[in-house]
C-alpha cells in the first residue's frame, strides 16, 4: 500500500502541476464564462472545463480502471479506486481576480478516502494529506501542518466562504447564531479556509450544500493535522452536505450544538 501511496502521490502533484499551466494561464485575463443555473449565478469557465478534461485524460490514461467523479465531468466505473476533482474550487473569486481559488484532487478506495491534495496556483501554495501526514509546500520548502489548540468558542475564528450560499435559509441562521458566538467570522475563503484551519489560523469553518468534489480533497489534510472535518450530524464528508471544519473535538462539539439547534418558530401574536 506504501508503494502504491507514493505512485498516487506523486502523480497527484502532477495532476496539479498540469492543472496550474492551465489556470494560472486564464487567471486575470478575459475568459468566457457561462452560468449553470437557470435562477442564480453558478459560474463555469472554459478554465473549469480544459482542466477537468485534461486531468481526467491523464487518469484514465494512467489508471483506466479507476473511476472519476468530477465538477465539470465524470467518469462512473466499478472500481474500489475513485478520483475526485474540482479543477477550480472558488470560480467565482477566480473571474474577479481573488486569489484564494484552489485545485481538489483526491482519491478514495472503498469510499475511504486516502490522499488528498489543495492546490493554491495563485498563491503558490500546495496543502497535502496521506497516511498520517499533512503538510504544505511553498516555494519549494516541506512544513508539517497543525491545528491550533484553543478550546473556547469566544476564542475561536470562523470562516464561511459566504453566508448567501448555504443550502436554505435555516442553514443560514445556523451558521448566523453560531458567529455570534465567536470572537472573529471572515467571508470569501472557500477552499483556502479548510487549509488555513489545518496551518493554525482559523479554528471552525462551517458550509452546507457542498458536492464531494468541494470537500473530499480536504479530510486528509485536516484530519492528518490534528482536526476534525464531518458533517453538521457527526456523519462523514464523503457525500458532501452540511460541512463543519473544527480544530478539535471540544469545539466540533459545542458548534454542533449550536448548528444543530431548531430555529425558533415565528409566534403569531392573538388580538382579542
Request: aromatic share 8%; hydrophobic share 35%; net charge positive.
Amino acid at each position: 500500500m506504501k508503494k502504491n501511496i507514493k505512485q498516487f502521490l506523486d502523480f497527484s502533484n502532477f495532476l496539479a502541476d498540469e492543472a496550474r499551466l492551465v489556470s494560472l494561464k486564464y487567471f486575470k485575463k478575459k475568459i468566457k464564462i457561462k452560468n449553470k443555473k437557470r435562477s442564480g449565478f453558478d459560474p463555469v469557465t472554459e478554465a473549469d472545463i480544459k482542466i477537468q478534461k485534461k486531468l481526467n485524460c491523464l487518469i484514465l490514461e494512467h489508471y483506466p480502471d479507476h473511476s472519476i467523479i468530477g465538477e465539470e465531468e465524470t467518469h462512473s466505473k466499478n472500481s474500489a479506486y475513485e478520483w475526485c476533482i474540482d479543477p477550480i474550487d472558488g470560480t467565482k473569486s477566480f473571474i474577479q481576480g481573488m486569489p484564494l481559488w484552489g485545485t481538489l484532487i483526491s482519491l478514495s478506495k472503498n469510499g475511504n478516502i486516502i490522499l488528498g491534495l489543495a492546490d493554491i496556483p495563485a498563491l503558490d501554495e500546495r496543502y497535502i494529506g496521506h497516511e498520517k501526514k499533512s503538510y504544505k509546500i511553498i516555494n519549494g520548502k516541506k512544513t508539517n501542518l497543525k491545528v491550533r489548540n484553543d478550546t473556547e468558542i469566544s476564542d475561536s475564528i470562523l470562516n464561511t466562504t459566504s453566508p448567501y450560499l448555504f443550502a436554505d435559509k435555516n442553514d443560514q441562521s445556523s451558521f448566523e447564531r453560531l458567529s455570534k458566538r465567536v470572537k472573529l467570522t471572515r467571508l470569501g475563503g472557500d477552499c483556502y479556509s479548510y487549509c488555513l484551519l489545518a496551518d493554525g489560523h482559523v479554528d471552525i469553518v462551517v458550509e452546507s450544500g457542498l458536492n464531494p468534489w468541494d470537500i473530499r480533497a480536504l479530510e486528509p489534510i485536516i484530519i492528518n493535522a490534528g482536526g476534525i472535518l464531518k458533517t453538521w450530524d457527526n456523519k462523514k464528508i464523503l457525500d458532501g452536505g452540511k460541512i463543519i471544519a473544527c480544530s478539535n473535538n471540544k469545539i466540533f462539539n459545542k458548534c454542533t450544538t449550536i448548528l444543530n439547534k431548531k430555529n425558533p418558530s415565528k409566534k403569531v401574536s392573538k388580538m382579542g
